[in-house]
T-cell receptor
Framework: GIQVEQSPPDLILQEGANSTLRCNFS?????LQWFHQNPWGQLINLFY???GTKQNGRLSATTVATERYSLLYISSSQTTDSGVYFC????????????FGAGTRLFVKA | DSGVTQTPKHLITATGQRVTLRCSPR?????VYWYQQSLDQGLQFLIQ???????AKGNILERFSAQQFPDLHSELNLSSLELGDSALYFC??????????FGPGTRLTVL
């Protein structure tokens, strides 16, 4: 089956720093989403981005489907950005089978 | 608040027992997904329903089953529970955009 790899696995930033998280996937996909799981366990959808670039405030994401990767940029990080960032790819098989990466655990220091 | 509700929030039970987890999707969403999150396996897709019909299946054990009812709420049934079934169980729903909105999860502890 399709493999989803995220890097780095762990990241520690000083508040105000920028970072780039990467998601590589091994096969073509119909859909790619980025999620943030906050320290209380809630999963929040950040981007629905099968291709191209999107921006939402300090966050932006780019997916290059032909090269099978996606990047999540976090600028001017804040302590509230701490948590785990997941990339998930969806393959259509009559319905959408979702495969999550292992996540990038981010800690932003004040 | 995503608009997806899950009950109960916490569930503690014994090995061999059976439990039912409930999910209500966002108003108007026809599709429901179930996931299991454990420390050793990460986030695993279990099953997807669309308007009452099963559409996609992932790593769902035979001891687990799910259904989606005419009012679109969904239930995940876990039977013959084992210690390894202890995990956080999420459901998510989607509408026309395929963006997944997650509920707060049910934390299951099997003793």
């Amino acid at each position: 089956g399709i493999q989803v790899e995220q890097s780095p696995p762990d990241l520690i930033l000083q508040e105000g720093a920028n970072s780039t998280l990467r998601c590589n996937f091994s096969d073509s996909v119909n859909n790619l989403q980025w999620f943030h799981q906050n320290p209380w366990g809630q999963l929040i959808n950040l981007f629905y981005i099968p291709s191209g670039t999107k921006q939402n405030g300090r966050l932006s994401a780019t997916t290059v489907a032909t090269e099978r990767y996606s990047l999540l940029y976090i600028s001017s990080s804040q302590t509230t950005d701490s948590g785990v960032y997941f990339c998930a790819v969806l393959q259509y098989t009559g319905g959408f089978k979702t495969i999550f990466g292992a996540g990038t655990r981010l800690f932003v220091k004040a | 608040d995503s608009g997806v509700t899950q009950t109960p929030k916490h569930l503690i039970t014994a090995t061999g027992q059976r439990v039912t987890l409930r999910c209500s999707p966002r108003s108007g969403d026809l599709s429901v997904y179930w996931y299991q999150q454990s420390l050793d396996q990460g986030l695993q897709f279990l099953i997807q329903y669309y308007n009452g019909e099963e559409r996609a299946k992932g790593n769902i054990l035979e001891r687990f089953s799910a259904q989606q009812f005419p009012d679109l709420h969904s239930e995940l049934n876990l039977s013959s529970l084992e210690l390894g079934d202890s995990a956080l169980y999420f459901c998510a729903s989607t509408g026309v955009t395929d963006t997944q909105y997650f509920g707060p999860g049910t934390r299951l502890t099997v003793l």
